[in-house]
């Protein structure tokens, strides 16, 4: 993953340094969050990347779930804590099977916290967009055109 920059000014913006990031998909933006103070947990589904930057990796492969490819769920069972998520994976290989990788968050919602802000990366794409829409339920948010903040619950 390489966030852009305007991506990564909203998260200076939105989280204070030191906060945690669990962040899917791993690539040189995890290696700007480090430099930038956050402390990151990656889950990732590629070898080269996994422990490319710092120990605190998840790997976890991507599983055939019928209708879309995504993390093995098995994987991601006690996730740690953290205070924001950065969906910018898993990815495939550039084959149309793989093409929405991201979408089975949506069915495996229940495997993290989304009280936290969410950055979906890329949704310029469908499928991303799809997902981004999937994640908003009732809260607050800003589309920046390539990504869009999920900021919190709305007041009722």
């Known amino acids: 993953m390489k966030l852009s920059n305007e991506a990564i000014e909203v998260i200076q913006q939105t989280l204070p340094q030191g906060s945690t990031i669990l962040e899917l998909g791993s690539g040189q933006g995890t290696k700007d ?3 930038m103070g956050y402390k990151v947990i990656s889950i990732e589904q590629d070898p080269e990347w996994q422990y490319k930057y710092h120990d605190n990796y998840i790997p976890a492969p991507i599983k055939n779930y019928g209708n879309y490819w995504w ?6 069972n006690n996730l740690p804590p953290y205070d924001f998520l950065l969906v ?13 990788c991201r979408i089975g968050l949506l ?7 989304l009280t936290v ?11 991303e967009g799809l997902l981004a829409k999937g994640l908003i339920d009732n809260k607050e948010y800003t589309d ?3 990504f869009i903040l999920i900021h919190k619950l709305l007041e009722k």
């Open 33 to 35: 969050l480090l430099d």
């Open 71 to 76: 993390f093995d769920s098995e994987y991601l």
């Open 88 to 100: 910018d994976g898993p990815t495939g290989p550039p084959t149309p099977e793989f093409h929405n």
């Open 107 to 113: 069915d495996h919602k229940h495997l993290f916290n």
């Open 117 to 127: 802000p969410i950055l979906v990366d890329d949704t310029n794409r469908p499928d």
């Open 144 to 146: 920046y055109g390539r």
